[in-house]
């Protein structure tokens, strides 16, 4: 008997799933989720696609991560009377930035096997074509969605980093500008990055290069859309780097000198950088100027 036509072993089967394009799965994954007993899905709606696409059949199960903790309990259940669960998100690979690693713990803590399927991971895909170093890296999901969380462990980041290295994050189109302009302030606007953008679809992209411009382009869209990989050549920064919460005139005369700001434009950018009032970084920065930094 072929491995192909053994039947499927009882445990916990974490399936990566297409990031975009449908074809691509794998042989494999195809088989386990066509004999598997059930399919613990983030969306059933958005799997039902992926199963319609090549005729299975297989229930599915919602587990996603508003209920993943207490679903786990009633698929372990499952588990231990032999069942064979295959886990999908609806896209990429279990557990990253997705759903997944809860039940997986679980399921090893409770002595069951657990199988890798493996396929599809955007941040892997983004980072083999953005022309970066691929030896070296650091996978970081999502960032904090409020700004000023973003900028604090983005500067821990930085503080932290002991050699040169990719830096892989997730981010939200609504997003990007200000996290491009975060990293411009802290590893200067000739940092190059690479952006993905919708991996695998029709509208495919990749933007590569220093970071002032790539976000340059990227303002002068009338809309960013679709799911975004960005990729951050970082280096350790010496002890003259720019802090986020630093000199209010260093950071002026850094974008007055890198992007030809004026004043008051530099001003704006620098209170959205930091998530204050205009009003109040106008005032730091006559404080500033009267100490003489």
């Known amino acids: 008997m072929s491995e192909t036509d053994a039947p499927l072993a009882p445990g916990l089967y974490l399936v990566a799933t297409p990031i975009g394009n449908l074809e691509d799965i794998t042989l494999r994954a195809l088989r386990v989720l066509r004999t598997a007993d ?23 199960i919602s587990s996603h991560e508003h209920n993943e903790a207490e679903r786990s309990r009633q698929l ?7 069942a064979r669960i295959a886990v999908v998100t609806d896209a990429g690979t279990p557990g990253i930035s997705d759903p997944g690693m809860v039940l997986a713990r679980a399921a090893i803590g409770a002595g069951l096997p657990v199988y890798p399927i493996p396929g599809p991971t955007a941040a892997l895909a983004a980072l083999v074509a953005s ?69 695998t679809r029709i509208h495919e992209e990749f933007l590569r290069g220093p970071v002032s411009e790539v976000r340059s382009a ?14 951050v050549a970082a280096e350790p920064r010496d002890d003259g780097s720019v802090s986020l919460t630093g000199s209010v005139v260093q950071r002026l005369r850094e974008l007055e000198a890198a992007e030809g700001l004026s004043e008051k434009d530099a001003l704006k950018r620098i209170a959205r950088e930091r998530g204050v009032a ?5 005032r730091e920065l006559q404080r500033e100027r009267a100490r003489g930094r």
């Open 278 to 282: 205009k009003s109040e970084l106008w």
């Open 218 to 231: 990227l303002a002068s869209r009338e809309s960013i859309r679709g799911e975004i990989v960005l990729l």
């Open 76 to 82: 372990l259940a499952e588990l231990r009377d032999g």
């Open 38 to 60: 059930r399919i613990a899905c983030e969306d059933t709606r958005q799997t039902r696609k992926l199963l319609d696409r090549y005729g299975i059949v297989t229930p599915m």
């Open 131 to 199: 022309g970066l170093d691929t030896e070296r890296f650091l996978f970081l999901g999502f960032l904090p969605s409020k700004s000023g969380a973003r900028r604090t462990a983005l500067e821990d980041l930085a503080a932290s980093l002991a050699e040169p290295m990719t830096l892989i994050f997730y981010e939200a189109p609504h997003r990007i500008l200000e996290t491009l302009a975060d990293v411009a302030a802290l590893w200067g606007g000739d940092c190059r990055v690479a952006l993905a953008r919708e991996l």
